[in-house]
Each structure stands twice: as C-alpha cells, then as structure tokens.
Nanobody, 120 residues
Framework: QVQLTESGGGLVQAGGSLRLSCAAS????????MGWFRQAPGKEREFVVG????????YYGDSVKGRFTISRDNAKNMVYLQMNSLKPEDTAVYYC?????????????WGQGTQVTVSS
C-alpha cells in the first residue's frame, strides 16, 4: 500500500503559478504510476495528468496541456505538479493518486486533496 499527502495549494491570481507536491509513503513507490486529478464544486472528478513509474510516459488532460507539468522523484517518493498560466477554471481540489495499472488506468490510492483557488 501507499499513503499520499498533497501540499502546495492556495490562492493565486489568474496567470500565476503554483507547484503542488505529493509525498508518498512505502518502499514500492517507484513501481506505481502516479496521477493528478481535480474536482471543482458541482462537477465530476477530472483527470489532469498521469506519469508512469519511470517518468518516461506522461499523459495530460486536454485542458492543461502546455500549462501544467508533472514530474516525479522516485528517490524521494515525491510527485510534483507545476501549474503555470493558471485560469479561474482551474479552481478545484487537486488529488494525487497512485495506480498499479498505469498512468491512464484505474487508480488505487488517493490523497486527501489540496485546494487550489484562482482568482480573476
């Protein structure tokens, strides 16, 4: 199993940047694909980006392509989400997740989420 803890959320103006971090427990972190999802009030959870165990395969949701960048550091059990050119529609709770299947497969473990609010 793996436990996930997100951090780095906050309030930012449109056009600004934030970097989210996800700390993972467990010795097998490097075997998991990792992903970021988000959920805005009244909306369904949305896939943001997934990264495979090695970091060589990355899949972005259409709404964040060119603005968000995922990375991982297997030595530190960390995953990061660099968010640039933020828009008010990026406002949501962001969740880190781990998958035993792959970056675009089902996700097995979830963090508690971190709030990102983008003001116009």
């Amino acid at each position: 199993q793996v436990q996930l803890t997100e951090s780095g959320g906050g309030l930012v103006q449109a056009g600004g940047s934030l970097r989210l971090s996800c700390a993972a427990s467990g010795r097998t972190f490097s075997t998991y694909a990792m992903g970021w999802f988000r959920q805005a009030p009244g909306k369904e959870r949305e896939f943001v980006v997934g990264i495979n165990w090695s970091g060589r395969s990355i899949y972005y949701g259409d709404s964040v392509k060119g603005r968000f960048t995922i990375s991982r550091d297997n030595a530190k059990n960390m995953v990061y989400l660099q968010m640039n050119s933020l828009k008010p529609e990026d406002t949501a709770v962001y969740y880190c997740a781990a998958s035993t299947v792959g970056p675009v497969g089902d996700y097995d473990y979830w963090g508690q989420g971190t709030q990102v609010t983008v003001s116009s």
